[in-house]
Structures are given as C-alpha cells and as structure tokens.
C-alpha cells in the first residue's frame, strides 16, 4: 500500500484539451481584432488585460474560496453580458472592457490556465498546471 494517496488526475486530456486550447487562442484573436476594429485605445487594452489575474488574492482566503473567485472572473458570462449590454445601450467603454476581458479568458486558455478546482489553483479543467503538474 502506498503511504498516501494521490489527487486522481482531473481535467481533459488528449485532443479534446488541444480543441479547447485552440479554442481558447480563436476567442483571444477574435477579441482584439474586434478591438482594433472599435478603435479603442491600446494603451487602455494594455493596462487592463491582466487586471481579471488580481482575482488570485481569492487564493489567500482558501483553495475554495480562491476557486470561486477565480472562476467567476474566468469565466465568459459575465463579460459577454457586459458585451451584450454595451452594445445595446452604445456604450464604447463598456464594449472596451468586455472585449479586453474576454481577450484575457481566451489567452489563459490557450496557455492552459482552465477554471479551477477547490483542490487548488493547480488544478483545472484543462489539466494539472505548475508543481500539481509533476
């Protein structure tokens, strides 16, 4: 018997990962290339495209908690709400953000940075990243 027990593996593994990493890079492409098309300024694209990572102070609360907090600001919900509405309501900035938000969601994807287990942040539904990867 072994003296402990491993974490099983969680996340998708195989082409089906590949297909959501790719995915992940289509969102990031689509997402700037209609940015540049709003003609937004970029200088507003680069201070803000990794402000959803300040969601990692979750983590200093808990794996759990971390997990949540994470997770609800990784997520496409709610940007594409904010998308939708900014663009009903013809608010430039409000489709500014969102697309910068989404932007992000889809360059963390196609690293393989997935929505998180409470497990802890290493473990996500794109696989096992950093030392939970060992």
Known sequence: MPD????????VTGGPRLLLRVEGLALLIAMVALYAWQGTSWWLFAVL???????????????????????????????????GIGVALGQPL???????????????????????YPDGFGFTHLGRIGRAAS
Do not use: C, Q
């Not at 402990?4 to 996340?11: C, D, L």
């Not at 979750?58 to 759990?64: D, H, K, P, V």
């Not at 409000?94 to 998180?116: C, E, M, N, S, T």
């Open 4 to 11: 402990k027990m491993e974490t099983p593996a969680i996340g």
């Open 49 to 83: 495209f990794f402000t959803p990572d300040l969601s990692f102070a979750g983590y200093l609360l808990g794996s759990r908690p971390g997990a949540i907090v994470y997770n609800t600001v990784h997520t496409t919900v709610v940007p594409g709400a904010v998308l």
């Open 94 to 116: 409000a489709v500014a953000l969102a697309l910068i938000w989404l932007a992000h969601i889809g360059f963390d994807r196609a690293l393989g940075y997935g929505l998180k």
